[in-house]
């Protein structure tokens, strides 16, 4: 059975129905019965029986007052969408594969091979501005049932076809095809269908759809209604008559008005276009060209004074502003208004240019109000810059803003320290920023952005940090306490330790120990340094840590030497040193002679073993063995040094501080440092929704120039989105600094532009590192001095190729009714003929996926960030440049772009005939409502009564045809639609299949402009 194939049948009977025979005469079905009646021989005499046959009536829809809503799986569409696809059919499902059949009186059609269902279901319209209601609501309360009386019979489909649209479906497949014509034949479709429902129960179940072409924006009602006149009586409550026969339909061809029950409703809304096949073939590939990207900007006005801008382009002092993204090889092809100053041409070039020069100049000015008078500062911009706007002025003026001056530590533009900058420099990300007016005002989009929104921006910022206030006042007041500690540890306990270092020179001489006593008491406290541990066990990758105390414990030396009541009758001036050791020093080597040997130190006594006897067995601690004497040397220098180092101030102070503060964190290691901390905050929404809410030309001028329903390609405007990002940096920083934010204004608190939700997490990636791993920008303290505008991609490591990501720029109704599709990139490769060589001669396609193989980048590379351009713009990032999306692969076939419907629940229905012609049905998916109800306009169902016949044509000889060719392997089954055709036939026509459109990068990328 294979697991992504469905088979459909055209009826399915159980039990006792599968004997109904002939034609049935009341108003239930009946089935011949024949019994044999056998009694006991008298004494040897023949055996008595008797035949009887009899006619047994069956249950029938005149039976049914009522439908077990847990008997329905499922309703196409579900209750109250609002945008359902007028082209498609209307359904309901229920669990049990023969339960639009089980009181069915009718038999099976020997021709259509149909057999009527004892339900139907019908769609009425509830009004409104495409026309009146088709129906009103019952009002009688005593009714077995609800009902509606349908005002307009025209909107009931023919009773008599009501067998074409109940079908069963298997998820599987069945073998070969099932006329069911005979009983044979039907036990032959239960057994195969047993097969695959004892592999999986759920697999299959009934199918009743309603032919019914349903109008645009309209509200309609579905009713599961009774298809036989005597369901329907009884339904009503009124009595069923018995020479009524079974297989009169509910609903005749009159023109009255029809009241009939329900046992199951709901409504829904159809929406104002078509399918997503519909919608997707609308959408025509297509080459952006100028202007798209770019919009002129006057530039020719002389602004602060400084002399009139020059271009080499007509008319003079015209720019091309930009936007988020840019037509691809923009920057491998420039023109003229691209390298307006020369900064492209390396060789022989004027940038940068005079304005240029002032402009520099008159940004200076703020750092040359630090070195020299106001007046001198301003005479020396004027005389040699031309920046005539502080001619002859004594007072400070207010320059235009540096961009990127703090994360870059750059004071001035074209000069440092009063030299003219190297060559190389005066092209980097900060001169191209301050001296381009596009970038410039690229930049000022951001500050505006952050100015509009500072309060929000700033709340966030605060709760961001936590008790930052509180730390730094701590931190205050822990940097005095460091100097207090380290005062103190200076004058009492550094004077008293060795001062000579360890070595086989100072091995002779004990040392002193008085460091190691003064500290005994918080012995147990300090932990040694890992270079102790080191030592002591120098195999071990990381050696266990012990405290002082207990090594001190363990040693030959034991507590005793430097306990309590040994300090106290051995202080300085006591009466014992006094007398026994009246030079002092003796006592102060005492404990590194005890640790040499020299001495031995008495252990501390502890309670004497106890002795238990217990039936005759001695378990006395004496009996166990003594405890073992631990004759360690703890080696007096090395103890000394864990105890000053474990004593610093910085250390216990740092500790301390660190578990007293409630920080992130990324703020705890600037604690490391005991200095107040500097942060920033960290917003990570998208920040092009803010750059569009200003228009849609400011985030990507002309846009609006691409045609409706195209898709085409345009490429990341890297120089553009990094001066918007520094923009709102740097007005972000100076907002802080305004509201005293503990700060440096170097942080990067805005990095990401983009909307990144796409990007799924990688096997065990925390949420954190995805967010880190789809930043759009570096931090701005990392971006080199070197590095140019445009080359910060943090999403390019370091030595990697540097190239703009392509943006899929859809416009159109898809997205906008399907927002779930799948979009991606997937490689190109030739198709295989039949004996497995290439085909070279036809058009490229999309690479085979082969089963059960982890997809990589090679074979398909989904967005890595989205946007939206209100109503219908659509925007998907993929990490592909321009060059490999045409040429890339060992096979240079480049990349196709692909949306491919989600697949999901089975659904039915017919495409919108196209203007003009009918188009030739090739394969059956090619069918249209024009083929199946001709006329203008048609009759509103799909009939068979009218004599329509449409067989599948012959291939014309399109492109599309080597993509169907496989479809028609299949379709070729079914030889025409014609009044006789079965209802699984008519499934399998209806059946709508997911959509896949796979679009090429070579069709959406022009060529590229001369260089100039």
Not at 12 to 21: S, V, Y
Not at 29 to 48: K, M, Q
Not at 516 to 537: F, I, K, M, Q, Y
Not at 544 to 554: H, I, M, P, Q, S
Request: net charge negative; aromatic share 8%.
């Amino acid at each position: 059975m294979s697991a992504n194939a469905y088979s459909f049948l055209p009826w399915l009977r159980t039990g006792l129905t599968t004997r109904i025979q002939g034609d049935v005469a009341g108003p239930r079905a009946t089935i011949p019965v024949e019994l044999r009646l056998t009694g006991d021989a008298i004494e040897d005499g023949p055996v008595p029986y008797r035949e009887v046959k009899e006619s047994v009536q069956l249950y029938g829809p005149g039976d049914v007052v009522g439908v077990d809503p847990r008997a329905i799986s499922r309703t196409e569409p579900k209750p109250g969408i609002p945008n359902f696809e007028p082209n498609y059919l209307a359904h309901i499902e229920f669990y049990d594969e023969d339960f639009l059949w089980r009181y069915s009186p009718a038999k099976p059609d020997d021709t259509t091979k149909r057999l009527a269902p004892w339900l139907a279901l019908i769609v009425l319209s509830a009004g409104g501005e495409t026309g009146p209601a088709e129906f009103e609501d019952g009002v009688l309360p005593d009714k077995p049932l609800p009902f509606v009386k349908v005002t307009n019979p025209r909107a009931l489909q023919p009773s008599g076809e009501l067998g074409a649209w109940a079908h069963v479906q298997v998820n599987g497949e069945l073998g070969e095809r099932l006329a069911l014509g005979e009983p044979a034949e039907m036990n032959a479709a239960l057994d195969r269908l047993s097969r695959v429902l004892r592999e999986s129960p759920d697999s299959a179940c009934s199918r009743l759809l309603c032919p019914r072409h349903l109008k645009p924006a309209t509200t309609y009602h579905a009713f599961l209604v009774p298809a036989f006149e005597a369901g329907r009586l009884a339904g009503l409550g009124e009595p069923v008559p018995e020479d009524l026969k079974a297989s009169v339909p509910s609903w005749g061809t009159g023109a009255g008005q029809v009241v009939l029950p329900y046992y199951h409703r709901w409504s829904f809304t159809t929406s104002t276009v078509g399918d997503f096949e519909y919608l997707v073939r609308l959408l025509k590939p297509y080459e952006a060209d100028d202007p798209v990207g770019r919009r002129p900007m006057d530039a020719h006005r002389p602004v602060y004074d400084l002399p009139p801008l020059t271009t080499p382009t007509d008319p003079q002092g015209v720019l091309k502003l930009g936007g988020a993204l840019q037509l691809p090889r923009t920057d491998s092809h420039p023109d003229a208004f691209e390298n307006w100053d020369g900064y492209l041409t390396e060789q022989a070039s004027p940038y940068p240019n005079h304005w240029q020069r002032a402009m520099a100049s008159f940004v200076n000015l703020a750092q040359a109000y630090r070195q020299q008078p106001p007046p001198a500062a301003n005479a020396e911009a004027a005389g040699t810059a031309g920046v005539a706007a502080v001619a002859g002025v004594t007072d400070p003026v207010i320059t235009p803003p540096l961009y990127g001056c703090w994360p870059s530590l750059t004071r001035t533009l074209l000069t440092e320290d009063g030299q003219p900058v190297p060559a190389g420099r005066q092209r980097n990300w900060v001169h191209r920023l301050n001296l381009d007016p596009r970038y410039r005002v690229a930049a000022q989009f951001g500050t505006k952005v952050v100015q509009a929104r500072q309060e929000e921006l700033m709340a966030s910022a605060w709760s961001q940090l936590g008790d930052i206030q509180r730390a730094n006042a701590l931190i205050r007041a822990g940097q005095l306490a460091r100097q207090l500690g380290n005062s103190l540890q200076g004058k009492h306990l550094a004077p008293t330790a060795p001062a000579r270092p360890p070595g086989a020179a100072a091995a002779d001489q004990p040392v002193s120990a008085r460091a190691l006593t003064l500290t005994a008491p918080v012995h147990g406290r300090v932990v040694e340094r890992r270079a102790s541990a080191s030592a002591r066990a120098a195999a071990a990758e990381e050696p266990e840590l012990f405290a002082v105390g207990y090594k001190v414990d363990r040693s030959r030396v034991t507590a005793a030497p430097m306990s309590a009541p040994m300090r106290r009758i051995t202080r300085p001036g006591s009466r014992l040193r006094k007398r026994l050791l009246p030079t002092g020093a003796q006592f102060d080597v005492l404990v590194d002679r005890i640790d040499r040997g020299e001495v031995s130190a008495a252990r501390t006594k502890g309670a004497p073993p106890v002795t238990v006897a217990t039936f005759g067995v001695d378990l006395s601690l004496a009996a166990m063995g003594e405890a073992e004497v631990v004759d360690d040397q703890l080696g007096v220098i090395e103890a000394i040094d864990d105890m000053l180092d474990g004593l610093r101030a910085e250390k216990t102070l740092l500790e301390s501080l660190a578990d007293s503060m409630n920080l992130p964190e990324r703020l705890r290691l600037a604690i490391g440092e005991l200095i107040e901390i500097q942060a920033y905050p960290v917003f990570d929404m998208p920040m092009y929704e803010e750059l569009a809410k200003f228009s849609a030309e400011t985030f990507v001028p002309n846009i609006g120039l691409l045609p409706e329903n195209s898709i085409t390609l345009l490429e990341n405007n890297r120089q553009f989105i990094e001066s918007y990002l520094i923009g709102l940096n740097h007005e972000m920083a100076r907002e802080l600094l305004w509201r005293e934010f503990p700060t440096d204004q170097r942080g990067t608190p805005f990095r990401q532009f983009w909307d990144p939700r796409p990007v799924p997490l990688k096997p065990g990636e925390s949420r954190e590192a995805w967010r880190e791993r789809l930043y759009d920008i570096l931090p701005l303290h990392r971006w080199s001095k070197t590095a140019k505008l445009g080359e910060n991609n943090h999403r390019r490591q370091p030595g990697e190729k540097q190239f703009k990501d392509l943006v899929l720029v859809i416009r159109g109704e898809l997205l906008k009714k399907y927002p779930n599709v799948a979009i991606y990139a997937h490689k190109a490769t030739w198709p295989l003929n039949k004996d497995g060589t290439q085909n070279k001669t036809g058009e490229r396609t999309i690479l085979p996926i082969p089963a059960n193989v982890p997809l990589t980048d090679d074979m398909v590379r989904l967005p890595i960030y989205e946007a939206k351009i209100s109503p219908d713009i659509y925007l998907l990032g993929f990490p592909l440049g321009e060059e490999e999306a045409r040429f890339g692969g060992a096979d240079g076939l480049g990349w196709f772009f692909v949306l491919k419907e989600r697949p999901g629940d089975p659904r039915f229905g017919l495409d919108e005939p196209p203007p003009g012609a009918l188009p030739e049905v090739e394969v059956w998916n090619d069918a249209t409502w024009g083929h199946l109800d001709p006329g203008t306009p048609g009759s509103g169902f799909i009939r068979f009564d009218r004599g329509v016949e449409v067989g599948l044509d012959d291939f014309n000889g399109d492109d599309d045809d080597e993509e169907k060719q496989r479809q028609r392997e299949d379709d070729v089954n079914i030889t025409e639609w014609a009044p006789d055709v079965s209802a699984a036939d008519v499934a399998y026509i209806l059946f709508q299949a997911p959509v896949l459109v796979a679009v090429h990068a070579q069709e959406m990328l022009a060529d590229a402009r001369p260089q100039t």
